[in-house]
């Protein structure tokens, strides 16, 4: 049977549009650092270059190999966790230039640190890029978290992060870091921004 996210994994992927607590484990990703607006270039890149290693972890079989632990899966959504620089957090206003971010794409349990590195050198010859110099290959746990489905454009996000801290007054909790979390539903290339589904998710202890 294939495992998708969308199906198997719904309570990490598909929250309600009202605050709720979860206890993401640990997950493996693909990732890159950066820092700047999301619509630039090297953000595009990046990203490029994360679906390409992640589709090239799906070949093997294909090819006559198949790892051990391999089954049938649907690629893992986008997902980015996000930061200010210290200058950025003295300023009044948000500058998308001061942002600071982590894009990854979660593995899954198959792939050990091993297969990733060979699939990061795979990649190289066949679809050499200066970003793949960038990538790690990761192991993150999240741990406790709120988190909610924000319906609408990422300039909007705010609102939705304003109910997450109303729900974590009210039930006593403290925020954990002032990194959060993005999972990237929809593809924004393709979908108008009123309709863009994210999941947003804070860290709490």
């Known amino acids: 049977m294939k495992k998708e996210w969308r199906k198997h ?17 640990e997950f493996s990703f693909f990732t890159i650092k950066g820092q700047g607006k999301p619509n630039s270039d090297e953000f595009a890149e990046a990203i490029a270059v994360l679906y390409s290693l992640s589709y090239a972890v799906k070949m093997p079989p294909k ?12 690629v893992y959504p986008l997902e980015g966790l996000w930061d200010l620089s210290e200058e950025g957090r003295l ?22 640190e091993e297969f990733a590195l060979k699939i990061i050198e ?9 970003m793949l110099e960038k990538v790690r290959f990761e192991k993150i746990t999240d741990g406790m978290c709120i988190q ?9 996000e705010p609102a939705s992060f304003a109910l997450m801290n109303q729900f974590r007054n009210e039930q006593g909790l403290h925020l954990k870091t002032r990194v959060h979390r993005e999972i990237y539903l929809s593809d924004s290339r393709k979908t108008q921004a ?9 860290m709490i202890d």
């Open 194 to 202: 009123s309709k863009l589904k994210t999941v947003l998710r804070i």
């Open 122 to 130: 795979q990649v190289k010859k066949t679809k050499p890029h200066p």
């Open 9 to 25: 994994e719904k309570e990490f992927y598909l929250p309600k549009v009202r605050p709720s607590v979860i206890i993401v484990p």
């Open 63 to 74: 090819k006559g190999v198949t790892p051990n632990g391999y089954e049938e899966y649907t």
């Open 91 to 112: 300023k009044e206003k948000l500058d998308k230039n001061e942002l600071i971010y982590t894009v990854m794409i979660r593995q899954p349990n198959f792939v050990n």
């Open 148 to 156: 909610i489905l924000h319906i609408g454009s990422f300039d909007e």
